[in-house]
Antibody, heavy 115, light 110 residues
Framework: EVQLVESGGGLVQRGGSLRLSCEASGFTFSNYWMHWVRQAPGKGLVWVSRMSGDGSSATYADSVKGRFTISRDNAKNTLYLQMNSLRAEDTAVYYC?????????WGQGTLVAVS | QTVVTQEPSVSVTPGVTVTLTCGLTSGSVSTTNHPSWFQQTPGQAPRTLIYSTNSRSSGVPDRFSGSILGNKAALTITGAQTDDESDYYC??????????FGGGTKLTVL
């Protein structure tokens, strides 16, 4: 079964850091671009970042550029999002998503709350 | 800054065909934007319906279809059902590695 499982969310103070993880299974992880998408409470989906299958290319939304870093470990089938200098407006459910251009698979999400 | 536009809310009667659209504040949507459509019910993760303009994701009923209509991407639900009442989001690739979601459409079926 194709699956994405996020972890690492929680409550953090403003200015703090958190690292999210997304473990993939059921497909060849290294063949796919992987994305992070977030959704603030009661709001819409917002694209955050993406990384190429081999980890050589990454792109960020302007709102997180310079604060968030996406990375991956293909040996562990895991995608990461390092979030630094967190702000109240970063409070959201963070979803790991397999390439929207190729029948996106979504994880169940992990909640990040910045107080 | 280019924004992706969607109707905030749409209402439809059961059995009727409805089309939701996804546009750009600057320019036209084309297949090179790889438009994809997602359905989300409260408290759940989104579910992929359509990807790359008109490819239906596995398990999605064939009453859902995607296309380019004029200068926008479109999601058509042929014969809407009460179970289709959800939030619908589109996403577009804008180039230079950047993807942007629309604000979502709340579909009411009654």
């Amino acid at each position: 079964e194709v699956q994405l499982v996020e972890s690492g969310g929680g409550l953090v103070q403003r200015g703090g850091s958190l690292r999210l993880s997304c473990e993939a299974s059921g497909f060849t992880f290294s063949n796919y671009w992987m994305h992070w998408v977030r959704q603030a409470p009661g709001k819409g989906l917002v694209w955050v970042s993406r990384m190429s299958g081999d980890g050589s290319s990454a792109t960020y939304a302007d709102s997180v550029k310079g604060r968030f870093t996406i990375s991956r470990d293909n040996a562990k089938n895991t995608l990461y999002l390092q979030m630094n200098s967190l702000r109240a407006e970063d409070t959201a459910v963070y979803y790991c998503v397999r390439d929207p251009a190729l029948a996106a698979i979504w994880g169940q999400g992990t909640l990040v709350a910045v107080s | 800054q280019t924004v992706v536009t969607q109707e905030p809310s749409v209402s439809v009667t059961p059995g009727v065909t409805v089309t939701l659209t996804c546009g750009l504040t600057s320019g036209s949507v084309s297949t090179t934007n790889h438009p994809s459509w997602f359905q989300q019910t409260p408290g759940q993760a989104p579910r992929t319906l359509i990807y790359s303009t008109n490819s239906r994701s596995s398990g999605v009923p064939d009453r859902f279809s995607g296309s380019i209509l004029g200068n926008k991407a479109a999601l058509t639900i042929t014969g809407a059902q009460t179970d289709d009442e959800s939030d619908y989001y589109c996403v577009l690739y804008l180039g230079r590695g950047v993807w942007v979601f629309g604000g979502g459409t709340k579909l009411t079926v009654l």
